[in-house]
């Protein structure tokens, strides 16, 4: 089942204290740069996750999920839709407990992938967004 629910989707971000940001970039106009960005700033302890980049603001960035040296609690993804089966896939082999899916990303295949595996799944939301209405209130 997709996360829709505002009380479940608290209950995640204020749980949470690792996030991995895939896709996350060093261009500084791109949201996946701010949010990153953002959700350091807020306190979560950041991995960005690019095979593009060694390093975004002196930060090590992790080729894929697989490299991440301790557990994740949210996998936050940034990328095209059709290729987030694998990411799916990799979050549920490093045992993440959510799969978050940013604005404009969704994909099925990949959701039932996840729950199958016992994740929660975030489809189609703003991370930032959701912290800010939700945590910030």
């Not at 999920?65 to 490093?94: G, H």
Request: some cysteine; charged content about 25%.
């Amino acid at each position: 089942m997709i996360i829709d629910d505002d009380a479940a989707l608290r209950s995640i971000l204020m749980s949470a204290r690792t996030i991995a940001v895939v896709g996350a970039s060093q261009k500084t106009w791109r949201d996946s740069y701010s949010v990153l960005q953002f959700l350091q700033r807020v306190g979560y302890k950041l991995y960005p996750v690019n095979p593009a980049y060694r390093q975004i603001d002196s930060k090590k960035c992790y080729a894929s999920l697989l490299e991440l040296p301790e557990p994740i609690d949210i996998v936050d993804v940034f990328r095209n839709p059709n290729y987030v089966l694998q990411v799916a896939k990799d979050a549920v082999a490093i045992q993440a407990k959510t799969i978050w899916f940013q604005s404009g990303i969704v994909n099925y295949d990949a959701a039932r992938v996840a729950e199958k595996a016992g994740l929660h799944v975030v489809m189609d939301r703003c991370i930032r967004l959701m912290y800010r209405f939700l945590v910030e209130q």
